[in-house]
């Protein structure tokens, strides 16, 4: 017989968790058992068992048992899920950020990265921003937005963004008091993919008056503003 | 100094305390040394305490506990959201109310108007001083 899909509801319904309606042997006779028992002539058909692997030769016995028995640990099976995106914060977003490197300045939100970080870029010309990494937690959103329609970011992925592996150098005297400078050139690819996330963007900002003025300000409390109180 | 704001049926009072927190009432009735029955077009008619209230300059001229159609048609005839809105303190309110539901954007386009502004009178200023050496 083709094997066929395997039934999506069960022929025996459920009174209470753990009790079905019907016994054993009505099930026997439901799931029509003796029907198959009697096309296969008595017996149940069945697989031949399958034939196991067979065993080294001379196994050792092992020379260490350990006094203690160990217990296995049990398999991690999490899988995270990328932190979940604020209502507030959507493609184009001018974001304010609020700590690292780049405190204050306003930036624009291009998308959310697998790793469950934003991708933002400042633009650079603007602000001074590149395309960079930013937490949802270290950032205020505004309700401002620009228009992101131009811009492609499909090939940006957190492994972009990974750091170069510093090459691991041998020990001796000499390279130990060398201090090796290494130059940390910017790699010319990385130059021309912010100018290519950047010139539609430019052009968007370049649209909506004081917007360019906007993202080259960096955002400041003054004497009497209350952050609780403003609306963003 | 005398008063010149007086509870009286048709007084109309902002609520400066509790849910109503904003609302431009009428007085329509006084229930006790404390408290007064108000009503607005579209609220519903309540006890409120004296203390919960600012009176305003304007009153209206209605009959004790009036219908919501009469008091509505009263207080079209005596123009009371017009008067509100060009009196210094309801412009004042107006005013508040645009400042605190400003934008980030906004606050800014604010802030570069005000420095422009500030620098167009500096540089009138410095040309009459030079103008007019006193």
Known sequence: MAPSKPRSKSRNPLLIPGIGKFSRSKMYHKRGIWAIKAKHGGTFPRHDPKPAAPEPASKKP???????????????????????????????????????????????????????LLLITGPFTVNGVPLRRVNQAYVIATSTKVDISGVNVDKFDDKYFAKDK????????????????????????????????????????????????????????????KPHELQF | MPFKRYVEIGRVALVNYGKEYGRL?????????????????DMIRGQINFKR????????????????KTLIEAMETADVKNKWEKSSWGRKLIVQKRRAALNDFDRYKVMVAKIKRGRAIREKLAKLKRENPA
């Open chain 1, 62 to 116: 092992p020379k260490f048992y350990p006094a203690d028995d160990v217990k296995t640990p049990v398999p991690n099976r999490r899988k995270p899920k990328p932190a979940k995106l604020r209502a507030s914060i959507t493609p184009g977003t001018v974001l304010i950020l609020l700590a690292g490197r780049f405190m204050g300045k306003r930036v624009v939100f291009l998308k959310q990265l697998p790793s469950g």
């Open chain 2, 25 to 41: 009432v009428v007085i329509v009735d006084v229930i006790d040394q404390n408290r007064a029955l108000v009503d607005a077009p």
């Open chain 2, 53 to 68: 209230l600012s009176l305003t300059d304007i009153k209206i001229d209605i009959p004790r506990v009036p219908k919501k």
């Open chain 1, 166 to 225: 510093k090459k691991a150098y041998k020990k001796s005297e000499s390279s130990f008091f060398e201090t090796e400078k290494q130059e940390k050139k910017l790699p010319q690819q990385k130059k021309d993919d912010q100018k290519a996330v950047d010139t539609p963007l430019i052009k968007a900002i370049e649209a909506v008056e004081y917007l360019r003025g906007y993202l080259g300000t960096k955002f400041t409390l003054r004497s009497g503003t």
